[in-house]
Nanobody, 125 residues
Framework: VQLQASGGGLVQTGGFLKLSCAAA????????VGWFRRAPGKDREFVAD????????YYADPVKGRFTISRDNAKNTVYLQMNSLKPEDTAVYYC???????????????????WGQGTQVTVSS
């Protein structure tokens, strides 16, 4: 499964962006999907995950209440709505898919099988 992430850009503090992760393969609809990010000089960090239907979601503490993960399986696309952005949200954001419908250890990148190329998000202060 090939994943294509898009929607990154430069935004001011307090602004918003909506990232998209699209797949051409319909099997994507049955996979749980996550977003991770890597800031300069830091390790890859879990951001959010949703199960195959989007009914079950998980978020990292730093983004709870500001980010929302959702999906449109008819379009084979998962979204990450990011509001109230902060400079510390600056990172390359990666979407990833788990070949299972639900990811138990969702914050562990090793649980995921497929990775997109990443999209840069920069939040200016």
């Amino acid at each position: 499964v090939q994943l294509q992430a898009s929607g990154g850009g430069l935004v001011q503090t307090g602004g918003f962006l909506k990232l998209s992760c699209a797949a051409a393969d319909d099997t994507f609809r049955s996979f749980s999907v996550g977003w991770f990010r890597r800031a300069p000089g830091k390790d890859r960090e879990f951001v959010a995950d949703c199960n195959w239907s989007g009914a079950i979601t998980y978020y990292a503490d730093p983004v709870k209440g500001r980010f929302t993960i959702s999906r449109d399986n008819a379009k084979n696309t998962v979204y990450l709505q990011m509001n109230s952005l902060k400079p510390e949200d600056t990172a390359v954001y990666y979407c990833t898919a788990d070949g299972r419908s639900n990811t138990i250890r969702y914050s562990d990148p090793l649980e995921y099988d497929y990775w997109g190329q990443g999209t840069q998000v920069t939040v200016s202060s």
